[in-house]
């Protein structure tokens, strides 16, 4: 999977640029400030049909204009693939080779990416939202049944925790149970769907960072127990806890149980990472999480994911720069950086060097 060519206008601090990729390596250097990361977010979003970095679309439209237009020209083993996302204020249109498409679900999986960054380290070191939303965007562009599932489990939750706000007790507790019963039905894809990826991502990242760490040290992941067994066994499961938790979510106003709750436990040398992981134990990890949702691609889907490597090399020392390299090779690779020379090592690449928005020769 490839980018050959990508258009940005008037999104974030670009007016018009059309950036021109290679298979493998492509650096976009320069100084802080000029646009670099913006290309990255690009690329992402017309990869997820959302941003890492901002809440609201109208955000990623250059200031002073009424809208922001990109486009990526791309392969995938299916063949050429076009993708457009044209930005207004309050609405955007997404079209997949020139077909307007309502949903996110069908963008997915037509150009696959993992994105990576210095603040990526939320992974291990914030609360759980930062480890579900790691799933969440990772599962949903090889699964788009995972993908509708969350969207529609996330409107029951909204309609759940809305009526446990209603001041009429006798009406909440006779209407709990009809909202349960949709809530659990799509809980055990959303489940089973994380345990399916777990599964995998936890060989795949051990054997991540005994490569980056020569194997001073071991990393574990395990997932939330709570809920095991086939999808009906989860529903009946969740249904039960549920009805268990009444009295507390009608006091508290929100449903305090689901996959909403779920989590998963990062261990480096048998310690809780979040808690006791130093700085350059905890960005090696997050890493390695990271190239070990390249492998889960790979596997998936026949082929690599774009990978993007937002300003990654400063953090890294000189070992784990160069190891890095060797693994990224062989896919197309777009990495950000301010001094090219600095971080490549010799390494083969497309180089891009970018100022205020603009592509410089």
Not at 95 to 123: C, T
Not at 241 to 246: D, E, F, I, K, S
Request: proline share 3%; hydrophobic share 35%.
């Amino acid at each position: 999977m490839k980018i050959k060519k990508l258009f940005l206008e008037n999104f974030r601090n670009y007016e018009g640029e059309t950036f021109t990729f290679s298979d493998g390596l492509n650096v976009l250097f320069g100084k802080n400030a000029q646009g670099k990361t913006n290309c990255a977010e690009a690329v992402f979003y017309l990869c997820t049909g959302a941003s890492l970095r901002i809440r609201h679309d109208k955000q990623l439209i250059k200031m002073g204009e009424e809208h922001a237009y990109i486009r990526a020209e791309a392969e995938n083993r299916y063949g050429n693939v076009t993708v457009e996302a044209n930005i207004f204020e309050n609405k955007r249109e997404l079209r997949v080779n020139g077909s307007k498409i309502a949903k996110n679900a069908d963008l997915m999986g037509h150009i696959n990416s993992v994105f990576f960054s210095p603040g990526e380290l939320r992974l291990i070191q914030d609360g759980p939202d930062e480890r579900r939303r790691f799933m969440n965007v990772s599962i949903s562009q090889t699964s788009p049944t995972y993908y509708t599932a969350l969207l529609r489990y996330n409107k029951i939750l909204d309609q759940r925790n809305a009526l446990l706000k209603n001041p009429d007790f006798s009406l909440v507790l006779d209407t709990l149970p009809v909202w349960d019963e949709q809530l659990c039905r799509y809980a055990a894809t959303v489940v089973k769907k994380r345990a399916e990826f777990i599964a995998k991502l936890a060989p795949y990242a051990k054997e991540m960072h005994a490569y980056l760490t020569d194997n001073a040290e071991t990393l574990e992941i395990s997932p939330d127990k709570t809920y095991e067994g086939d999808e009906e066994e989860i529903a009946r499961r969740l249904q039960k806890r549920l009805a268990g938790a009444y009295e507390k979510d009608i006091r508290l106003g929100f449903t305090t149980v689901g996959p909403h709750r779920d989590d998963l436990a990062v261990y480096v040398g048998g310690v809780e990472a979040k808690a006791y992981a130093s700085q350059g134990q905890t960005r090696t990890a997050a890493l390695s999480m990271k190239l070990a949702e390249v492998e889960i691609f790979k596997e998936l889907s026949g082929e690599p994911p774009v990978l993007i490597l937002d300003d990654v090399m400063s953090e890294l020392d000189l070992p784990r720069r160069k190891k890095l390299l060797r693994l990224v090779r062989d896919m197309q690779t777009l990495l950000t950086c301010t001094h090219a020379e600095r971080v490549l090592y010799g390494a083969e690449c497309n180089k891009i060097r970018i100022e205020k928005g603009k592509i410089k020769e």
